[in-house]
C-alpha cells in the first residue's frame, strides 16, 4: 500500500501509466477518480473537479458525448424545461438559445462544455466490470474496447455516470414475437416520416410516448396509445410562466400538496378533464407523485389536443399481439402496421458494478433515498440517479466534486517546509 501511496506522489500530474505485462490486459493507474459514462452527469462531474484542480478520467461505451441525446432520441425532441433548469455547472447557456432548446442545440452546448473544460473522454471503452479490490483499498474498472481490447483502470474514486436510461426497457407482451409488423423502441425511432399513413401503436405514455403519437400525427400516420394506468398531463405552460418554473417558485412557499391543488386546477382550466378522453389521474398529485416514486408528470406539448380531435385513439392495456393484431383488455381488437415500445429505460449498474450496497441490484439505483445516494463507502459516488433530470445531474456533480476534493487535498497537500 505505502508504495502505490509512493507512486501515487510521483504519478499526480500523470494521466496514465501504463503498467503492461502483468496479465493480458492493460493496466492504467489513475491519480484522480474514473468517471463512467459521457453524457450530461459524467461531463458536470468532470468539470467540477477540473475547476477544484481534481484531474480525472471518463470512460464512454459511445464513440461520442451524450450518446443519449445524439443517437438514441427522436428528431423533433426539445427540453422540456426551460434552460435554466437544465445547464451544468459553471457554464449557462448561451443567451440567444430558445427557452427550450433543441436536442441539437443541447448537444451543441455539451460539446462546448467538454471543450472548455478540456474533458476527452476515452471513447469505445464500455465498462464490463468495477469492484473495490480490499487488497490494495483501490478500485479496479474493466472495460471492453470495440476490438475486443481489455483495459483495467486502477483508482481511489469511482464515479458512476451511466444514468438512468442506459438500457430500454422492453417488456413481455403476450404474442409479441409473431408479430409481422415492425417493433421498435422509441430508443430507435427517429421521426414519423418512416410510418407516414401506417397504423402504429404506440405502447406506453409517458413523455416519449405522448410525443412520439404527435409526431406520428404530424406525419400522416395513424397513432393509438396504451395507456394501461393513470398518469398526470400538465401543460408545459401556465399563466404565461414554465410550469415546471412555476411550480419550483410556489414550492419555495406553499406545500406540496397545496401545489399540487394549483397545478390540477390550472390544468382542468386549460384541458378539462383528461378522464373522459382515457388518461385518469392518479389519487396522488404530480409534485408529490414525481417525488415518492420518480415518475414525470407529461408535459404536453400538443399531444392532447390530437387525443381530443380524435387523431390519436387511446387504449388500455395490451391482452396479447396477433400476426397484424392486438387484442385490448376490453376485449376489443385492431389491426396495425408497427408498434412502437415507447416502455421507457432503465440503469444498467448491475450488469457491471459489483459492489453490492449502494446501489440496488434490483433497479440499478442507489438504496440510498434522496438526497442522501450520492455517495457510498470507499470512494464510490453517483451522479445523475436521482431522477431530478439535468438539475439533479447538476447538484450531484458539485456534492461528488466536492467531497472528492477534500480527499485530494488532504492526499496530495504539497510538502512544502515553512
Ligand atoms: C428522451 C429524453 C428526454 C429527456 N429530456 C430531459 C429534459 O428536458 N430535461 C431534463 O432535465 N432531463 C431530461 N431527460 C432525463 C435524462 O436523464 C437527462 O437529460 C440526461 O441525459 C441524463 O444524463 P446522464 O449523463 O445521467 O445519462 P445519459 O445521458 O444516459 O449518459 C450516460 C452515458 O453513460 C454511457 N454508459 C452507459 N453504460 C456504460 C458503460 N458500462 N461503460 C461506459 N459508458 C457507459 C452511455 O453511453 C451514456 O453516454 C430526458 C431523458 C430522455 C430519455
Ligand atoms: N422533452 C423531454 O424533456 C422528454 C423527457 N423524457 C424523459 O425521459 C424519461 C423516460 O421517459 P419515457 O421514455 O416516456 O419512459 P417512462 O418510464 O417515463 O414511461 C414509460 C411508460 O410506459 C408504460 N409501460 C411500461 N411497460 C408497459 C406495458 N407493458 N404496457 C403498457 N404500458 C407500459 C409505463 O406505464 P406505467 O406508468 O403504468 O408503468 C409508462 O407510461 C422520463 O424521465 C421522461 O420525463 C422523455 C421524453 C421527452
Ligand atoms: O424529464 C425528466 O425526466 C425530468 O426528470 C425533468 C423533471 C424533473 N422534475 C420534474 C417535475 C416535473 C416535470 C419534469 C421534471
Redesign the pocket.
Known amino acids: 500500500m505505502s508504495c502505490l501511496r509512493e507512486l501515487e506522489g510521483k504519478m499526480a500530474h500523470d494521466h496514465h501509466f501504463i503498467n503492461q505485462g502483468l496479465g493480458l490486459r492493460r493496466r492504467v493507474w489513475v491519480p484522480g477518480p474514473v468517471i ?7 461531463l458536470a462531474a468532470a468539470a467540477c473537479l477540473k475547476d477544484k484542480g481534481v484531474p480525472s478520467i471518463v ?4 464513440n461520442c458525448i ?4 445524439q443517437f438514441r ?1 427522436y428528431d423533433r ?1 426539445r ?3 426551460p434552460k435554466k433548469f ?1 445547464e451544468l455547472p459553471l457554464m449557462p447557456f448561451p443567451e440567444d438559445f430558445p427557452m427550450y432548446p433543441s436536442k441539437q442545440q443541447f448537444v451543441e452546448y455539451l460539446e462546448a462544455y467538454a471543450k472548455r473544460f478540456g474533458i476527452k473522454p476515452v471513447f469505445e ?3 464490463e466490470s468495477a469492484g473495490y479490490d480490499e487488497s490494495v483499498g483501490l478500485w479496479r474498472v474493466k472495460s471492453v474496447g470495440l476490438k475486443g481490447e481489455e483495459m483495467e483502470y486502477v483508482c481511489r474514486w469511482l464515479v458512476v ?6 438500457e430500454a426497457v422492453v417488456p413481455d407482451i403476450k404474442g409479441i414475437e409473431n408479430f409481422r409488423g415492425e417493433v421498435r423502441h422509441t430508443a430507435e425511432y427517429r421521426s414519423g416520416s418512416d410510418f407516414r399513413g401506417k397504423k402504429v401503436l404506440v405502447v406506453g405514455c409517458g413523455n ?1 410516448g405522448m410525443e412520439v403519437s404527435l409526431d406520428l400525427c404530424n406525419h400522416d400516420a395513424h397513432p393509438s396509445l396504451v395507456v394501461r394506468n393513470a398518469v398526470h398531463v400538465l401543460p408545459r405552460e401556465m399563466l404565461g410562466r414554465s410550469t415546471f418554473g412555476l411550480s419550483m417558485w410556489l414550492l419555495k412557499w406553499l406545500p406540496i400538496r397545496l401545489v399540487d391543488r394549483f397545478l390540477l386546477i390550472m390544468s382542468w382550466m386549460i384541458f378539462g378533464s383528461t378522464g373522459s378522453f382515457g388518461l385518469d389521474r392518479p389519487q396522488v398529485g404530480p409534485l408529490e407523485l414525481k417525488s415518492k416514486t420518480g415518475k414525470t408528470p407529461v408535459l404536453d406539448v400538443g399531444t392532447l389536443a390530437k387525443i381530443k380531435s380524435g387523431h390519436i385513439k387511446v387504449h388500455p392495456s395490451i391482452q396479447s399481439v396477433g400476426h397484424h393484431s392486438v387484442q385490448f383488455a376490453n376485449g376489443r381488437i385492431e389491426n396495425f402496421d408497427a408498434i412502437i415500445l415507447a416502455t421507457g ?1 432503465k440503469s ?1 449498474t448491475p450488469s ?1 458494478l459489483k459492489e453490492k450496497d449502494m446501489f440496488s441490484q434490483k433497479d440499478g439505483m442507489p438504496r440510498k433515498p434522496f438526497p442522501h445516494g450520492w455517495k457510498g463507502e470507499r470512494g464510490l459516488y453517483a451522479v ?1 440517479f436521482t431522477r431530478r ?3 439533479g ?1 447538476s447538484a450531484d456533480a458539485k456534492r461528488v466534486s466536492e467531497d472528492i476534493e477534500n480527499f485530494w487535498k488532504a492526499e496530495f497537500k504539497p510538502n512544502i517546509s515553512p
Open positions: 463512467v459514462g459521457a453524457g450530461p452527469s459524467g470512460l464512454e461505451r459511445s451524450a450518446s443519449l441525446w432520441t425532441l427540453l422540456h424545461l437544465c471503452q464500455e465498462v455516470a451511466t444514468g438512468e436510461n442506459a416519449s429505460y444498467n457491471w445523475g433530470g439535468l438539475f445531474s
